[in-house]
């Protein structure tokens, strides 16, 4: 069973950072045509979710407008942690945040920041910046 667990959320002030990690298990395949890309989206108070960050298994990113200035996505070593850095927070970017993953069997798995892609979703992690 394919599990994402967020952890990192928190409450910070304007200007502070915080790093999310997702950790994700129970990818079990082998095949070297077995590819998983990942994302991040967030939904703030009474809006849509909506892409933040994503990285492919060619390992690209893709970043919502100008907020890679501020955010980047990366993963672990290991490659079952992915994880949200973000700087320079604002109030606007008070939401949930949610990791996503997908899984490809044709040996490529782009970066996209379209919910639509994605099968696996995590529970979330509350991110709230006071000012």
């Known amino acids: 069973q394919v599990q994402l667990v967020e952890s990192g959320g928190g409450s910070v002030q304007s200007g502070g950072s915080l790093r999310l990690p997702c950790e994700v298990s129970g990818f079990t395949s082998s095949s070297l045509k077995t590819t998983y890309c990942w994302a991040w989206f967030r939904q703030p108070p009474g809006k849509g979710r909506e892409g933040v960050a994503s990285?492919?298994?060619?390992?690209?990113?893709s970043y919502a407008g100008a907020i890679q200035v501020r955010f980047s996505i990366s993963q672990g070593t290991a490659k079952n942690t992915v994880y949200l850095q973000m700087h320079s927070l604002n109030v606007e970017d008070t939401a949930m945040y949610y990791c996503?993953?997908?899984?490809?069997?044709?040996?490529?798995?782009?970066?996209?920041?379209?919910?639509?892609?994605?099968?696996?979703w995590g529970q979330g992690t509350q991110v709230t910046v006071a000012s």
């Open positions: 996503a993953a997908d899984v490809r069997f044709d040996g490529f798995c782009p970066a996209t920041l379209s919910n639509m892609a994605y099968e696996f």
């Open positions: 990285i492919g298994s060619d390992g690209r990113h």
